[in-house]
């Protein structure tokens, strides 16, 4: 059974910095591209970054281009997202997903997500 | 504002249908036919209920079809059951972004 479970969200200032983290099972991680997604209250979803199956590749929103930074470890299974220099617009659920092709600059499907980590960013 | 338009919230009746529209433009469901519609109940873990317009995953319920038209795609539920009461998505591949687009999300009620 295909398992994303993200985790390291929380509570942080604005400016301050997190790291989510996302543990992949059930299938073969380093086969797959990686999306995270995150939806703010109210609002509909919003995919931020993309990576690519072997981390050669990787993809950005404008709203968070040279703030966040994806990347994965395939020895961990783990999907990882840096953000930085956080704002009140960042607070959302932050969600990993799997893409269904090794690659991001093809079309495909985001097939299985996590539950998802909670951001709040406020002082 | 989300790139994809939904209706904000359908409702119907145990056993009836409803279809869930979702439009954009030719850049993204009008171009392509890589349209998807997701379900998520709260707190729960977004869930993919059809792909590439019309297929459906293997272990979803054939209640769930996909279908296109110009720039619109559209879900269709029939038979509805009180389970399927949640939040539905709809995304896009789009030529503006390798991320893709997502409507903002339609709220079906069972009443």
């Known amino acids: 059974e295909v398992q994303l479970v993200e985790s390291g969200g929380g509570l942080v200032q604005p400016g301050g910095s997190l790291r989510l983290s996302c543990a992949a099972s059930g299938f073969t991680f380093s086969n797959y591209a990686m999306h995270w997604v995150r939806q703010a209250p109210g609002k509909g979803p919003e995919s931020l970054s993309a990576i690519s199956s072997d981390g050669g590749s990787t993809f950005y929103a404008n709203s968070v281009k040279g703030r966040f930074t994806v990347s994965r470890d395939d020895s961990k299974n783990t999907l990882y997202l840096q953000m930085g220099s956080l704002r009140a617009d960042d607070m959302a659920v932050y969600y990993c997903a799997r893409f269904s092709t090794p690659y991001i600059a093809t079309a495909g499907t985001l097939d299985y997500w996590g539950q998802g980590t909670l951001v709040t960013v406020s002082s | 504002q989300s790139a994809l338009t939904q209706p904000a919230s359908v409702s119907g009746s145990p056993g009836q249908s409803i279809t869930i529209s979702c439009t954009g433009t030719s850049s993204d469901v009008g171009g392509y036919n890589y349209v998807s519609w997701y379900q998520r109940h709260p707190g729960k873990a977004p869930k993919l209920l059809i792909y590439?317009?019309?297929n459906r995953p293997s272990g979803v319920s054939n209640r769930f079809s996909g279908s296109k038209s110009g720039n619109t795609a559209s879900l269709t539920i029939s038979g509805l059951q009180a389970e399927d009461e949640a939040d539905y998505y709809c995304?896009?591949?789009?030529?503006?972004?390798?991320?893709?687009?997502f409507g903002g999300g339609t709220k079906l009620t069972v009443l």
């Open positions: 590439e317009v019309s």
């Open positions: 995304s896009s591949y789009t030529s503006s972004s390798l991320l893709g687009v």
